[in-house]
């Protein structure tokens, strides 16, 4: 099983070290000509989604990307990564894949609580221990198909949409690597 890790801004080298650890395979997708079919599964890192959102269509990675993922490539996307699937945002007026039916707050806690920690239920999962930074939160779904899989202060903070895992936190920073496991058992079952 072969993970591409979008590699062009952010926290990439995290997933790769956890995917790795829990027996995929990885490739840094820095450029188009690294997107090759043989992809099973996507990762679309946290960090500055502006930057990313950027450099995906300087780098002509953006329609490649956004037609894959349009056709069901699984995909796990983690905050700044989450922004990029997000159809709205709330606070922003630009979207970038636009692939998930949900509205999205950008920097959705302010300053003063721009990083924290909280241990919650994820659905399917259990309890862990989320990462915020800077973090996006989001406001709504759009669909009935979009499953909410957390909840924080009647924030929306992971969800699942057919093949779409999105979070608004972490899970590559630490040690538990149960959402990476749960990504490449949906990339199995795809
Ligand atoms: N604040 C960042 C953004 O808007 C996301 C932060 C993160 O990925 N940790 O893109």
Known sequence: MKIG??????????????????????????????????????VLPG???TVQGKLLRELDMYEV??????NGL???????????LSEVLSNDPNTYFATLP?????????????SFKKIA?????GGFEMVFIRAPYIEAV???????LAVIDDYIVAVRYKNQLALTFHPELGEDNRIHRYFLDMVNNS
């Open 65 to 70: 990307l956004k037609d894959k993922i349009e």
């Open 74 to 84: 699984p995909v796990l996307a983690t905050c700044a990564g989450l922004i990029l």
């Open 5 to 42: 890790i979008l590699a062009v801004q952010g926290a990439f080298i995290e997933h790769q070290k956890m995917l790795e650890d829990s027996g995929a395979e990885c490739v840094l997708l820095r450029k188009k000509s690294d997107i090759t079919n043989d992809i099973d599964g996507l």
């Open 142 to 148: 759009k669909s009935t198909d979009v499953k909410v």
């Open 121 to 125: 239920n994820l659905n399917e999962i």
């Open 102 to 114: 949900v509205i999205t707050k950008r920097n959705a806690y302010g300053r003063q609580l721009g």
């Open 47 to 49: 960090g500055e989604s």
